[in-house]
C-alpha cells in the first residue's frame, strides 16, 4: 500500500537515541493551504528539540487538483525533517475525464453521493474516508523501520486519527491530536457537528480517551471540548496558529498617498459565499462614491479561489470582474516568499471570514501584525473579534450589514491617513506575543517533554494514559500580553 | 499549435468564460467552442476561434419522450452530437474541456472517440493539461490513426445502450400521446388499473407508466384521473392516502383546484393519526405535513380571486381539528416562566427576527438602532446557513411536536436559538410563518415573545405549527385579519391567549406629500400588481367603463409583474391581464411603468389611487397613494366584505365601494373639477399622514415594546 515510503535515506534512521515523532500532517508544504503554516512551524519546533521527525502527507500533483502548491513554503522546512508522501488523492476533485467512469460523467451529482457513501462506510468521514487503510499502513511500516515515540495526528483530514489509533493498538505508541477548529463541533455554523452516540462520536471519544494532548486554537472550541469530555478537560490546550514574522513588513515601505489612490487588500482563501463577497463589494462601492480618500481607492483581493474544475472560475471570480470599474481586481495566489512585500504595498486590510464564535483564522493575527487599519467583514461574535479587541487602527465587526461596512470602509480611509507611526508601533506590539514561532514552541516543547516523560513501555490497547495535566499554553501568554483572548 | 474545444451544457457567466479563453489563448492555443451559449451576451474582448451556439436550455430541453427520460448530461450530448461542426472539431482536438457539469458526458463521448486528445473538466486543468502536452513528443501518423478509432469497449457500451433501450419503446408504445389524449385511450387505462386481483405493488407500477403518459400527454386531469382510480383499489390505507394525495398535488402543480382535495386530506389525516397512535412518529408527520401541503396550497389560495379557506373557515380547517395528529402538534405547551418585564436599569434587548423578508421592517429596525433605550439586534433567519436549515423544516418540526417535543432536530433548534432567546429581552419576529413556528417550538425562558401576523399567513398552515401559547403578544396589522385568526386558531380567544394588537404598518408616508400637475386628475394609479389577489383586472374593468363615459382617463400600474412561473394559476391570470390590456397598451390609455425603488415620484402623476384586491392586510400601496393627495378608491376586498370588520372599517367611509360601476361613479364625482379633485385628495393625504405616519404608529411600537405589559 505505501509503495513510496522509502525511509532509507533518512538521515535519522537507526539512530536510536533520538526521538522519533510520525507527524501525520496532510497539508504541509509544499501544499498551498493554510494550515501548512502551522504544521511546518510544527515539524521545525520539534527538529529544534532534537527529534527526528517523518512527516506523512499527499504528494504534489494532488495538491495541485486541490488547493495548489507554493514551493517557497519548502524554504523554511528543517531540511533534516524527513516527507513521506503517501499515493492518496480526493477522488472527487479529479479533473482527468478519462478516468471518469460512463456513470460519473453521466451522473456527476449521484457519483459524488455515491462516493461520500462509500467514503462513511470505512470512516466516518465523507471525503477522505477511505484513506484509512494507506494511512494505517503507512505509519505501522515506518514504525517498523524507525520505532516511533510519539504521533502527532493533525486534523484535517480526521482518518488520520484511525491510523493513530492502530499505531496506539498494535504497538503502544503514544499519540497527540492538534484538531486545529474540532471535530464534533460545526465551527462555521455553531453547534455539534455529530452526537457522541453517533459513529464520528464514538471514534472521537475513543481518541480522546487515550490521547496525551488535544491541541484547538480558540478558547470557544477548547471550551467546547472541555464540556462535551470532562475527564479530558485538562488535555486540551489552546495552541492559536499566529504569524510568520516574515510574512508581514518590518517597515511601513510607501507613505499613503489618496490622491493616486488608497490600496486596500485582501488576502487569503476566498471560501466565503458569492453573498458574503456581493456585500462587500456593494458597500466598497458606496464608500468610494461616499468618501473622498476612497474616489481613487483599489481593492486588491489575493490568493486561491475554488479547487477541482472550479478553481479560480466560479461565480466570485465573476463578481470581482465585474467590480473592476470600482478599482477592484484579483491578482491571484502570493507566494509565502512574497507575503510581506505584498502587505507592504497595502495601506489597509480587509479581513473577510466566515462562521463565528468557533472560528479564529489564521489570517487575522497576520492581519494584525502589519499594523495597518482592518475592515472586518464578519459575524460580530466571532472569535477574530476577541483577538482583534483593543486593536486601535480596527474598525469594528458589524456582520454583514452593508450600512455599517460602508462606514467601515471609510472610517479606515481615515485611519490609513490619521495614523501615527506611533500607533502603527503600537499595534505591531499588540501582536507580538502571537508570531508563531513563540506559540509552537511553547506547545511543542510540552508535548515533546511529556511525551519523553511517560512510561515507554506503555500497554497495548490503552488501558494507561499518562496525559499532559499543564495549563494552557497561551493562556500564560495571553495574560502577560494583556490580550482578551 | 494546440486545438482546444469547449463545451458549454450551460450558459457560462461571461466574465469566466473570457477569463478562460484568454487563460488558454495565452498557452498557444486556439480556442472552439460549442454549446449552451448566447452569442449576444459574449463579452466584447472574447477571442474565440470557432463557436457553435446553441440554445442555453440544451440541458433541460425536452423536446421528445426520450431527452425527458434522460438526464441533463445526456440532453447536452445528444443536441451537440447533432452538429457536423461540433463532431469535427472534436475528431481534431487536443483537449476537450467540460466547462460545466452537464457537459462532462458530452467530453467523455467525444473521448472515447478522439483517444489521443486531453479530456478535461475545468480550465484550470485544461490549462494543465495544455503544460503538460508541449512537454510530451507528437504521436506518429499510424498512432494517429489508431487513435482515430473508437474503442472496443466504446462499441461495446453503444450497443448495450440500445438493448436496454428496447423496453422503454415498448411501455412508449402504449402510453403514446394520441391513445392518452382520446377517451378511449383513458378508459383503457382506467379499466387497468382496477382490474381485479393485482398485487398493489404491480398496480401502483402500472398506474404511475400511465400517469407518466398522461404527464406527457399534458393532461394532468388524466394522471390525477388515474391515480384516483388506482387509489380506490389499494388494499394499504397508507399506499391509498398516498396516491389519492399524489393525484390531488398533480392537479395543483398543473394550476387546477383539484377534483376530490377533501377525501386526499381526510385519507392522509386518518392514516397519519394511525401512525400516532402506534408511536411512528416520522411517518405520521410525512402523512400530515402532506395533509397540510395540499390544503393550503397557493394554487387554492394565493392564486385565486377566491379561496375556500375564506369562504368558510371552520368548515376548511375542520379536518384538522379533528385529527389526532393535528391537534397534537397544536397542543399549547405554554412557557415554564412568565415573560420578564422590560428592564429598568439597562436598555432593552430587542432581538428582531425575520425570514428574508424585512420589507417592513427597516423603519423599526433603524427608529430603534438609534433609541437609547433599546438594543437592536437582527437576525435573518434564511440567510444564516445554521438557522435557515432549522427554520423551514416542516416536517422535522412536526415530528417534534409528535413526538412528545423530543427529537434530535428540536435539541438542534434548541442548541441554535438559545444563544439568542438568552441574549433577548424581547423577540420580535415578522411574520407569523415558519420562524414563529421555530420561536415556538422551544421554551422561551424569560424572554418575551412577540409574533407579527400580516396577512396571508392566515392562508397558510403555519398558524397550525405555531405554539400562540408561548407567544407573550401577537401583533395583526388589521382587525379583520384578527378575526379570521381567531376564527382558524380558536386558542386565540381562549383564556390563555396571548395579548392580540392591532398595529398598523411602519410607513414613512411624510415622504409622499406630492404637488400633482393638473393633468394628474384624470391618471388612474395602481401600486403593486404582482399577485394575483390585487387583481389588475378589476381595476382594468374600472377603467374601461370610465373610458366610455370620458376618455381622459387613463391608468398608471406600478410594479414588477406577476411572475409567471409561480404557478400555472398565475400564468393564468397573467395571460388573461395582458390580453385585457393589450388594445388599452396600444392606445397609451394604460401604461405599465415595472418595478421602481422611487415610489413618490411614481405617485406624482397618479390622481386617482384604486385597490382592486380581492384580500389585503392593510395595503400600503393605497395608503402611500392617500399620502401623496391621490383620491382613494377601494374595492370592498370579497374575502373580508360583508363581514364584521373589513376594508370597510379599516378606511373611512367614502373610500370604499362594491363594484366597478360604483368606483366609476365614486371617480367621476370626485375629479369632477380640479377642486374637488384637489379636495378631495388633500382630506385623504390629512387621514393618512394623521392615522398611519411612523410619528404616529411609532407611540404604539414604544408602549408594546417598553411599557410594561403587566401595567
Redesign the interface.
Known amino acids: 500500500m505505501t509503495q513510496s515510503l522509502d525511509v532509507s535515506n533518512s538521515a535519522a534512521a537507526g539512530r536510536s537515541r533520538r526521538p522519533h515523532l510520525i507527524y501525520l500532517a496532510i497539508g504541509f508544504p509544499p501544499a498551498a493551504k493554510s494550515c501548512a503554516y502551522r504544521m511546518r512551524e510544527t515539524a521545525n519546533q520539534f527538529r529544534r528539540l532534537d527529534w527526528d521527525v517523518t512527516v506523512v502527507t499527499i504528494p504534489p500533483a494532488s495538491w495541485?487538483?486541490d488547493s495548489g502548491l507554493d514551493y517557497s513554503l519548502l524554504e523554511q522546512v528543517d531540511p533534516e525533517i524527513k516527507v513521506v508522501e503517501l499515493p492518496l488523492a480526493r477522488e472527487d476533485l479529479?479533473?482527468?475525464?478519462?478516468k471518469?467512469s460512463?456513470e460519473?460523467?453521466?451522473?456527476?451529482?449521484k457519483w459524488l453521493t455515491n462516493l461520500r457513501k462509500r467514503e462513511k462506510r470505512i470512516f466516518p468521514e465523507p471525503v477522505f474516508g477511505s484513506w484509512r487503510g494507506t494511512l494505517e499502513q503507512a505509519v505501522l511500516d515506518i514504525h517498523r523501520e524507525h520505532p516511533a515515540d510519539l504521533l502527532l495526528a493533525s486534523c484535517t483530514p480526521y482518518v488520520n486519527l484511525a491510523a493513530a489509533w492502530k499505531l496506539w493498538e498494535t504497538h503502544g505508541v503514544p499519540y497527540a491530536v492538534d484538531y486545529r477548529d474540532g471535530w464534533s463541533i460545526?465551527v462555521?455554523?455553531?453547534?455539534?457537528a455529530f452526537?457522541p452516540d453517533s459513529e464520528a462520536g464514538v471514534w472521537e471519544r475513543q481518541i480522546l480517551d487515550h490521547c496525551q494532548s488535544l491541541w484547538v486554537v480558540n478558547d470557544p472550541i477548547a471550551d467546547h471540548y472541555r464540556t462535551r469530555y470532562p475527564h479530558v478537560a485538562n488535555r486540551v490546550h489552546v495552541v492559536r496558529n499566529g504569524y510568520d514574522k516574515d510574512s508581514v513588513p518590518m517597515v511601513r515601505p510607501h507613505t499613503p498617498d489618496p490622491e493616486a489612490g488608497l490600496t486596500f487588500g485582501y488576502l487569503g482563501t476566498v471560501n466565503y459565499t458569492t453573498?458574503q463577497l456581493g456585500v462587500v463589494l456593494d458597500a466598497w462601492r458606496e464608500a468610494r462614491k461616499q468618501e473622498p480618500l476612497l474616489r481613487n481607492a483599489r481593492f486588491e483581493i489575493r490568493g486561491h479561489i475554488g479547487a477541482?474544475?472550479?478553481?479560480?472560475?466560479?461565480?466570485l471570480?465573476?463578481l470581482i470582474?465585474?467590480a473592476a470599474a470600482d478599482g477592484v481586481s484579483f491578482g491571484g495566489p502570493v507566494r509565502k516568499a512574497e507575503v510581506g512585500q505584498t502587505y507592504g504595498g497595502w495601506d489597509a486590510l480587509v479581513l473577510i471570514l466566515i462562521g463565528g464564535r468557533y472560528v479564529t483564522s489564521g489570517k487575522v493575527y497576520e492581519y494584525m501584525a502589519t499594523g495597518l487599519p482592518i475592515v472586518s467583514v464578519h459575524e460580530v461574535d466571532h472569535d477574530a473579534s476577541r483577538v482583534l479587541d483593543g486593536h486601535p487602527l480596527w474598525t469594528g465587526a458589524f456582520g454583514?450589514d452593508e450600512l455599517r461596512l460602508v462606514d467601515s470602509f471609510r472610517a479606515a480611509a481615515r485611519m490609513v491617513v490619521e495614523a501615527t507611526d506611533e500607533q502603527r508601533a503600537g499595534v505591531r506590539r499588540h501582536a507580538d506575543p502571537f508570531t508563531r514561532e513563540t506559540l509552537m514552541r511553547h506547545a511543542v516543547e510540552q508535548l515533546a517533554a511529556h511525551a519523553l516523560a511517560a512510561p515507554r513501555d506503555l500497554p497495548v490497547n490503552g488501558a494507561v494514559v499518562h496525559p499532559s495535566s499543564e495549563p494552557s499554553t497561551m493562556d500564560e501568554i495571553e495574560r502577560s500580553a494583556g490580550v482578551r483572548a | 499549435m494546440s486545438d482546444v474545444l469547449l463545451v458549454a451544457g450551460v450558459a457560462p457567466q461571461p466574465g469566466i468564460l473570457s477569463t478562460a479563453v484568454r487563460r488558454l489563448r495565452e498557452t498557444g492555443a486556439r480556442v472552439h467552442l460549442v454549446g449552451a451559449v448566447d452569442p449576444d451576451e459574449l463579452a466584447e474582448d472574447l477571442q474565440l476561434d470557432g463557436l457553435c451556439a446553441l440554445p442555453l436550455n440544451i440541458a433541460k430541453d425536452t423536446p421528445t419522450r426520450t431527452a425527458a427520460r434522460q438526464v441533463p448530461g445526456e440532453r447536452v450530448w445528444s443536441r451537440i452530437r447533432r452538429e457536423p461542426w461540433a463532431r469535427e472539431q472534436a475528431r481534431t482536438a487536443d483537449v476537450l474541456v467540460a466547462l460545466d457539469a452537464h457537459a462532462i458526458y458530452t467530453v467523455w463521448r467525444f473521448a472515447q472517440r478522439n483517444r489521443t486528445a486531453d479530456a478535461r473538466y475545468g480550465i484550470q486543468a485544461a490549462v494543465q493539461a495544455l503544460t503538460e502536452r508541449k512537454d510530451r513528443p507528437a504521436a506518429g501518423a499510424l498512432q494517429r490513426l489508431a487513435n482515430g478509432l473508437p474503442s472496443s469497449s466504446g462499441l461495446k457500451q453503444s450497443v448495450n445502450r440500445l438493448i436496454n433501450a428496447a423496453p422503454r419503446a415498448a411501455v412508449n408504445a402504449v402510453t403514446a400521446r394520441p391513445i392518452m389524449r382520446s377517451r378511449a385511450g383513458t378508459q383503457l387505462w382506467l379499466t387497468a388499473v382496477k382490474t381485479p386481483k393485482v398485487p398493489d405493488s404491480l398496480r401502483t407500477k402500472v398506474a404511475q407508466q400511465a400517469a407518466k403518459g398522461m404527464a406527457w400527454a399534458d393532461r394532468p386531469d388524466g394522471e390525477a384521473l388515474i391515480l384516483t382510480a388506482t387509489a380506490s383499489k389499494l388494499r394499504k390505507p397508507a399506499a391509498r392516502a398516498r396516491m389519492m394525495g399524489e393525484a390531488a398535488s398533480r392537479e395543483l402543480k398543473a394550476g387546477m383546484p383539484p377534483r376530490d382535495l377533501d377525501s386526499a386530506v381526510k385519507a392522509l389525516l386518518d392514516v397519519a393519526d394511525q401512525r400516532h397512535r402506534a408511536d411512528q412518529n416520522g411517518g405520521a408527520a410525512d402523512l400530515l405535513n402532506r395533509a397540510m401541503t395540499l390544503a393550503f396550497d397557493r394554487v387554492l389560495h394565493i392564486d385565486q380571486l377566491t379561496s375556500p379557506l375564506a369562504e368558510d373557515p371552520e368548515g376548511f380547517v375542520a379536518p384538522f381539528r379533528r385529527s389526532l395528529a393535528a391537534t397534537t402538534v397544536a397542543t399549547p405547551r405554554g412557557r415554564r416562566q412568565p415573560a420578564a418585564p422590560p428592564p429598568t436599569d439597562r436598555p432593552l434587548r430587542l432581538l428582531i427576527a425575520t425570514s428574508a423578508n424585512d420589507n417592513f421592517l427597516k423603519l423599526i429596525r433603524s427608529y430603534y438602532d438609534a433609541h437609547p433605550q433599546v438594543e437592536v439586534r437582527f437576525v435573518d433567519l434564511a440567510a444564516n446557513a445554521a438557522l435557515k436549515s432549522v427554520t423551514w423544516a416542516a416536517k422535522p418540526m412536526l415530528e417534534h411536536r409528535l413526538s412528545a417535543d423530543s427529537t434530535p432536530y428540536g435539541d438542534k433548534a434548541e442548541e441554535r436559538l438559545r444563544p439568542y432567546l438568552d441574549w433577548a429581552d424581547t423577540v420580535f419576529v415578522d411574520w407569523c410563518v415558519a420562524p414563529a413556528a421555530l420561536f415556538t417550538l422551544v421554551d422561551p425562558g424569560t424572554t418575551r415573545v412577540i409574533v407579527r401576523l400580516h396577512s396571508y399567513e392566515t392562508l397558510s398552515r403555519w398558524p397550525y405549527m405555531v405554539d400562540f401559547s408561548r407567544i407573550d403578544d401577537l401583533v395583526f396589522v388589521a382587525d379583520h385579519i384578527r378575526d379570521l385568526a381567531t376564527t382558524l386558531v380558536p386558542y386565540l380567544r381562549g383564556p390563555d391567549a396571548p395579548r392580540l394588537h392591532v398595529m398598523d404598518n411602519a410607513m414613512d408616508l411624510r415622504g409622499f406629500q406630492i404637488d400633482k400637475p393638473a393633468e394628474a386628475r384624470f391618471q388612474l394609479g395602481m401600486v403593486g400588481i404582482s399577485q394575483v389577489a390585487k387583481d389588475p383586472r378589476w381595476a382594468v374593468e374600472v377603467l374601461r367603463l370610465l373610458r366610455e363615459r370620458d376618455d381622459r382617463y387613463r391608468m398608471l400600474l406600478v410594479g414588477g409583474d406577476m411572475n409567471p412561473n409561480v404557478s400555472v394559476a398565475s400564468r393564468e391570470y397573467l395571460e388573461a391581464f395582458n390580453r385585457d390590456v393589450r388594445e388599452l397598451e396600444a392606445s397609451g390609455a394604460v401604461r405599465r411603468l415595472g418595478p421602481t425603488d422611487d415610489v413618490p415620484k411614481m405617485l406624482t402623476d397618479i390622481g386617482v389611487i384604486i385597490s382592486s384586491s380581492v384580500r389585503e392586510g392593510c395595503h400600503c400601496g393605497l395608503m402611500e397613494g392617500a399620502a401623496s393627495g391621490a383620491v382613494p378608491v377601494v374595492r370592498d376586498w370579497p374575502f373580508f366584505a360583508g363581514r364584521p370588520n373589513s376594508a370597510r372599517t379599516l378606511y373611512p367611509e367614502g373610500w370604499v365601494i362594491g363594484s366597478p360601476q360604483e368606483a366609476v361613479e365614486l371617480i367621476l364625482r370626485t375629479t369632477a373639477t380640479d377642486e374637488s379633485w384637489r379636495a378631495a385628495g388633500q382630506e385623504a393625504s390629512a387621514y393618512a399622514l394623521r392615522e398611519w405616519d411612523w410619528s404616529v404608529v411609532r407611540h404604539d411600537f414604544d408602549r408594546l415594546l417598553l411599557d410594561d405589559p403587566r401595567s
Do not use: K
Open positions: 495541485e487538483r479529479e479533473t482527468d475525464i478519462r471518469f460512463e460519473r460523467a453521466l451522473r456527476p451529482a460545526d462555521v455554523n455553531g453547534g455539534q452526537t453573498h477541482g474544475a472550479n478553481r479560480e472560475a466560479n461565480g471570480t465573476e470582474r465585474e454583514l
